[in-house]
């Protein structure tokens, strides 16, 4: 893996820094739905609190890379990309299930 520099590490904050509210705004399950798709629910609130704490995670760890130089040289670039890559592989599952959704949405609803 090639070493990141500054420019990258700004990227990266950034990235995780929307992530992070991404997280924060996106999964909101309703009572009704929840009652009726239980196990659904669980599994996307579970996947959005996964997505969060790996998202925190990798934010944390750029943000020392990029303003704690010190410190950044006990930082492997594997540390930073693991939870980096569970935090957006989480938020394109929970995108996708949100578009799969408010289609069902759309096609059941009563006119």
């Known amino acids: 893996m090639r070493d990141l520099g500054p420019m990258d590490l700004g990227v990266l904050l950034s990235v995780f820094a929307v ?4 997280f924060g705004f996106d999964f909101r399950v309703s ?4 009652r009726r798709h239980q196990r659904r629910a669980v599994v996307f609130v579970s996947l ?4 969060e ?5 990798a934010l944390v760890l750029t943000w ?8 950044a040289e006990s930082i492997d670039t594997l540390l ?12 394109v599952i929970l995108t996708v ?5 408010r289609l069902i949405g ?3 609803r009563p006119e």
């Open 19 to 22: 992530l992070l509210l991404f």
């Open 80 to 91: 930073v990309f693991i939870p980096g890559s569970v935090s957006i592989g989480c938020a």
């Open 53 to 57: 704490a790996a998202t925190a995670i």
């Open 106 to 108: 759309l096609r059941h």
């Open 64 to 71: 020392v890379s990029l303003f704690l130089p010190t410190a």
């Open 31 to 34: 009572r009704s739905t929840s």
């Open 48 to 51: 959005s609190l996964l997505g």
């Open 97 to 101: 299930e949100t578009v799969i959704s």
